[in-house]
């Protein structure tokens, strides 16, 4: 396959420009998805889940994080396994990608080919990143080339107790501090908005605390 990334399983990406002209839903994780009916997704198939939304929507076609922690906590639990989609991790170090594959055989690793920030054109040539794994997902749909990309879970601002995800499985010492959370925000901003002008992109989060894309409820997106 031209333009692939470095596969290392049975299971392979998609076609770069496999969904042109499509839609597809990229789910992140905050708690303005905490109430979400994970059954209006069903019908969809062009999906993009990042971290642990996989374990609401085990049907996506993507799972991508850039967090080895995650990969190492939650490659153990079974429903990783039942997960129906491909599994790929943007390795940002060489040292990564091994761990990574000891946990997960069958992860399809991308592994990072620029110390710069930069936007992918092609997954050969690695992809952009973040210390939120949102924006790569983001390079991913660009590459898959989408008409239109919705994103759940698009917060980045703290709600009440503090929570900046709509689950409670990740340890204490994961927590997000409001720098961070600046930071996530920046990134989507002013590094993937810039990016993905030629993209429609909607931010089904009213409340989120991103403003650089329309807002639209999920009512409106599910109608």
Same mark, same amino acid.
């Given at each position: 396959?031209? *333009?692939?990334?470095? %596969?290392?399983?049975?299971?392979?990406?998609?076609?770069? /420009?496999?969904?042109? /002209?499509?839609?597809?839903? %990229?789910?992140?994780? /905050?708690? @303005?998805?905490?109430?979400?009916?994970?059954?209006?997704?069903?019908?969809?198939?062009? #999906?993009? %889940?990042? +971290?642990?939304?996989?374990? $609401?929507?085990?049907?996506?076609?993507?799972?991508?994080?850039? $967090? #080895?922690?995650?990969? &190492?906590?939650? @490659?153990?639990?079974?429903?990783?396994?039942?997960?129906?989609?491909?599994? =790929?991790?943007?390795?940002?170090?060489? =040292?990564?990608?091994?761990?990574?594959?000891?946990?997960?055989?069958?992860? #399809?690793?991308?592994?990072?080919?620029?110390?710069?920030?930069?936007?992918?054109?092609?997954?050969?040539? /690695?992809?952009?990143?973040?210390? +939120?794994?949102?924006?790569?997902?983001?390079?991913?749909?660009?590459?898959?080339?989408?008409?239109?990309?919705?994103?759940?879970?698009?917060?980045?601002?703290?709600?009440?107790?503090?929570?900046?995800?709509?689950?409670?499985?990740?340890? &204490?010492?994961?927590? =997000? *501090?409001?720098?961070?959370?600046?930071?996530?925000?920046? $990134?989507?901003?002013?590094?993937?908005?810039?990016?993905?002008?030629?993209?429609?992109?909607? *931010?089904?989060?009213?409340?989120?605390?991103?403003?650089?894309?329309?807002?639209?409820?999920?009512?409106? %997106?599910?109608?």
């Amino acid at each position: 396959m031209e *333009n692939s990334p470095k %596969v290392k399983s049975l299971r392979t990406l998609p076609n770069e /420009g496999a969904w042109n /002209g499509q839609r597809c839903f %990229v789910v992140l994780g /905050g708690p @303005s998805l905490r109430s979400f009916d994970w059954s209006l997704l069903q019908p969809f198939s062009n #999906i993009i %889940v990042v +971290n642990r939304a996989y374990r $609401d929507c085990q049907h996506a076609a993507i799972f991508f994080t850039e $967090d #080895i922690r995650f990969i &190492e906590k939650f @490659s153990k639990e079974s429903d990783w396994k039942t997960f129906q989609g491909v599994k =790929v991790f943007h390795s940002l170090d060489p =040292v990564y990608t091994k761990q990574a594959l000891e946990c997960d055989p069958e992860l #399809i690793i991308i592994e990072r080919k620029s110390n710069d920030k930069f936007w992918s054109k092609s997954f050969s040539q /690695g992809l952009s990143y973040s210390s +939120n794994s949102g924006i790569g997902a983001l390079n991913v749909a660009d590459i898959l080339e989408a008409r239109a990309i919705y994103i759940l879970g698009l917060d980045c601002k703290r709600v009440a107790n503090n929570t900046v995800n709509y689950h409670s499985d990740y340890p &204490e010492n994961w927590s =997000v *501090n409001g720098h961070q959370l600046e930071s996530f925000g920046s $990134d989507f901003t002013y590094w993937a908005a810039p990016n993905l002008k030629h993209r429609l992109v909607y *931010n089904c989060n009213p409340d989120s605390g991103v403003n650089c894309w329309p807002k639209v409820s999920h009512l409106e %997106v599910f109608k």
